[in-house]
């Protein structure tokens, strides 16, 4: 079965550092670009950072400098290294193929930065 699970969130301060996970089953790895989403309280699912199969990463412009996304074809695994949290990053956040496909929404992982 194709599914993604993510891993990782948490409650952190501001400032705090987390690394979101995303294990990939069956065929979607072998997908070309992975994708970081986040929904906060109130608001709309968005896209936060992208990752092609050769590695070219994009991000929205509220993390730029502070989320970095990476991959790793060995363990099926999508990686979102998240520094200099802002209580704003309180969201849940998902990792689907970008554009995304609604059969590979998984549970998401929490995070919460608050002090």
């Known amino acids: 079965q194709e599914q993604l699970v993510e891993s990782g969130g948490g409650l952190v301060q501001p400032g705090g550092s987390l690394r979101l996970s995303c294990a990939a089953s069956?065929?979607?790895?072998?997908?070309?670009?992975m994708g970081w989403y986040r929904q906060g309280p109130g608001k709309q699912r968005e896209l936060v950072a992208t990752i092609t199969r050769s590695g070219i990463k994009t991000y929205a412009d509220s993390v730029k400098g502070r989320l970095t996304i990476s991959r790793d074809y060995v363990k099926n695994t999508v990686y979102l290294q998240m520094i200099s949290l802002k209580p704003e990053d309180t969201a849940v956040y998902y990792c689907n193929t970008m554009p995304p496909r609604n059969a590979y929404w998984g549970q998401g992982t929490q995070v919460t930065v608050s002090s």
């Open positions: 069956g065929s979607i790895f072998s997908i070309g670009t």
